[in-house]
């Protein structure tokens, strides 16, 4: 490996460290802040300003050249929940990915949300943990509405953290976003599986296309 390629390799992985630093931060403040709708606010805000500027951006630079913001509608409080987890039958998710390799999860249980339906809680399964809660709703690949493959809700090992305590983690479904995938197809995300795609449309977080 040549001087500069080894300069490019390091270059990459501190923006990767930087991006994940971030995010963490993004996240803690808002837990932080008492007001969800603020809160909504200071993530896209901070969001829109990470994919403008930072160079881990997923965005490709054909992309970048025209970008004025992600299309996040304005938020709505329906869609905030704090749900217990209940019981579920063990059962694994092995991913390919495109930096981590196999990334293998055990289904921690599930949550019931009210007028969306079932969603598997996966335990992270590398030395991290964490969780991880994808969502595949009715409009996914449809014109005018969300990716194709899904959306995270949460996925804590890289940062994505809405709170959680005894009673259960909280879910809100205004800050779900788009995987990196779905910007770069260099990527190979995790993807929402069966038990974490529900019937019906979910028309706030982050949406796709046009």
């Known amino acids: ?22 995010t963490f931060d993004l996240y803690r403040r808002v837990r932080a802040t008492p007001d969800p709708a ?13 994919f403008t500027d930072h160079p881990a951006s997923a965005l490709l630079p054909e992309d970048a050249a025209d970008f004025t913001g992600l299309p996040v509608p304005a938020y709505d409080p329906a869609w905030r929940f704090h749900l217990p987890i209940e019981a579920a039958e063990p059962t694994v998710l092995d991913v390919e990915t495109g930096t981590d390799g196999v990334v ?24 991290a943990g964490g969780l991880f809660v994808p969502v595949k709703d009715a409009s996914a690949g449809r014109p005018g509405g969300t990716y194709g493959g899904g959306r995270y809700l949460l ?31 260099a990527w190979a995300c995790p993807l929402a599986p069966p038990g974490n795609t529900v019937p019906v449309a979910i028309p706030v977080g982050e949406q796709y296309g046009s």
Request: proline share 3%; aromatic share 10%.
């Open 1 to 22: 490996m040549t001087q500069t390629e080894t300069a490019d390799r390091v270059r990459t992985a501190l923006a990767t460290v930087d991006w994940r630093r971030r």
């Open 38 to 50: 603020t809160a909504h606010a200071l993530w896209r805000e901070t969001r829109d300003a990470m």
């Open 104 to 127: 293998h999860f055990d289904r921690l249980g599930v949550v019931q949300v009210p007028g969306v339906g079932s969603l598997d809680v996966w335990a992270h399964g590398g030395y």
């Open 155 to 185: 996925d804590t090992i890289k940062g994505s953290d809405l709170g959680a305590d005894d009673d259960g983690i909280v879910l809100d479904f205004n800050f779900a976003y788009n995987p990196s995938c779905a910007y770069d197809p």
